[in-house]
């Protein structure tokens, strides 16, 4: 089992920054992926950017690429997205996920299995 717990959501202005991360315990050393997607009111829940563990892969939404960067910190079992140029559309609940099996990719939300309990962003005009 793996327990993941967001935080450093809030309410911004368009244009600013937000730093979210994502503590996770328990069987730490089996996960092979790890990502953020979010979710609007009325939307699915989206992949907005993902890690490969061992091989460092990466995967941005097009929406978020040049803006959002994601990383990992294997030592404090953490899971960062620093999202810069924040614009209205990325108001959302964002959620941390984390998977402990091999060849699926990182931006299906029904190809992860655990889950943290989100964390609300909302960016304002």
């Known amino acids: 089992q793996v327990q993941l717990v967001e935080s450093g959501g809030g309410s911004v202005q368009a244009g600013g920054s937000l730093r979210l991360s994502c503590a996770a315990s328990?069987?730490?050393?089996?996960?092979?992926?790890m990502g953020w997607f979010r979710q609007a009111p009325g939307k699915e829940r989206e992949g907005v950017a993902g890690?490969?563990?061992?091989?460092?892969?990466?995967y941005y939404a097009d929406s978020v690429k040049g803006r959002f960067t994601i990383s990992r910190d294997n030592a404090k079992n953490t899971l960062s997205l620093q999202m810069n140029n924040l614009k209205p559309e990325d108001t959302a609940m964002y959620y941390c996920?984390?998977?402990?099996?091999?060849?699926?990719?990182?931006?299906?939300?029904?190809?992860?299995?655990?889950w943290g309990q989100g964390t609300q962003v909302t960016v304002s005009s």
């Open positions: 996920a984390a998977d402990l099996k091999y060849g699926r990719d990182l931006r299906t939300a029904t190809d992860f299995d655990y």
């Open positions: 890690l490969y563990r061992f091989s460092g892969g990466t």
């Open positions: 328990g069987y730490t050393f089996s996960i092979t992926r």
